[in-house]
T-cell receptor
Framework: DAKTTQPNSMESNEEEPVHLPCNHS???????IHWYRQLPSQGPEYVIH???SNVNNRMASLAIAEDRKSSTLILHRATLRDAAVYYC??????????????FGKGTKLSVIP | GAGVSQSPSNKVTEKGKDVELRCDPI?????LYWYRQRLGQGLEFLIY????????KSGLPSDRFSAERTGESVSTLTIQRTQQEDSAVYLC?????????????FGEGSRLTVL
């Protein structure tokens, strides 16, 4: 399974942009890059995903390196509500053709008022 | 409701007892997943359903764990003869189907404490 590497923790000031890095040097050509986040005492929630091109949605932007061996989740203006654990995940297709997401430990983002 | 619903939200049980955890997925979602999250840890995949079938049971930690799904809807995760190491939050998620780029919607989890 292709794995991801993220910093254990990061800090950001409120209303500043945040760049959350993820390394995935063993990514395969058909692996999608997904980001989820988990707020305290809640289940994870989808943030964004992409394959090769940069992606934008209402929550964040995803910048994918040209060689696809790394990506960066960009929160344009951090708010206190963005304090969460952010997971960078590669799609993992099991032998039976199932679709599951394999979560690592993620990056714990703290937002300072 | 509009989201994934799990019950009970909290369960305290004694070692050796059996427990059942329930998940109601979003209506129309054919894929359903169970994950486990121990305190301070990441999510551990347990099992996946496509419809009522579970093509991937590789994540179930032991034969004390089983899961079923009926009517392409409700799923039940059963843990027999619970052990203290089973204490965790059990999370259920659903998605529209076998869409490899699809979004998973998670419930808020069932917190299990085994004394």
């Amino acid at each position: 399974d292709a794995k991801t590497t993220q910093p254990n923790s990061m800090e950001s000031n409120e209303e500043e942009p945040v760049h959350l890095p993820c390394n995935h040097s063993t990514i395969s050509g058909t692996d999608y890059i997904h980001w989820y986040r988990q707020l305290p005492s809640q289940g994870p929630e989808y943030v964004i995903h992409g394959l090769t091109s940069n992606v934008n949605n209402r929550m964040a932007s995803l910048a994918i390196a040209e060689d696809r061996k790394s990506s960066t989740l960009i929160l344009h203006r951090a708010t206190l509500r963005d304090a969460a654990v952010y997971y960078c995940i590669l799609r993992d297709v099991g032998g039976a053709g199932s679709y599951q997401l394999t979560f690592g430990k993620g990056t714990k983002l703290s937002v300072i008022p | 409701g509009a989201g994934v619903s799990q019950s009970p939200s909290n369960k305290v049980t004694e070692k050796g007892k059996d427990v059942e955890l329930r998940c109601d997925p979003i209506s129309g979602h054919t894929a359903l997943y169970w994950y486990r999250q121990r305190l301070g840890q990441g999510l551990e995949f347990l099992i996946y359903f496509q419809g009522n079938s579970a093509p991937d049971k590789s994540g179930l930690p032991s034969d004390r764990f089983s899961a079923e799904r009926t009517g392409e809807s409700v799923s039940t995760l059963t843990i027999q003869r619970t052990q203290q190491e089973d204490s965790a939050v059990y999370l259920c998620a659903s998605s529209r189907g076998l869409v490899n780029t699809g979004e998973l919607f998670f419930g808020e989890g069932s917190r299990l404490t085994v004394l």
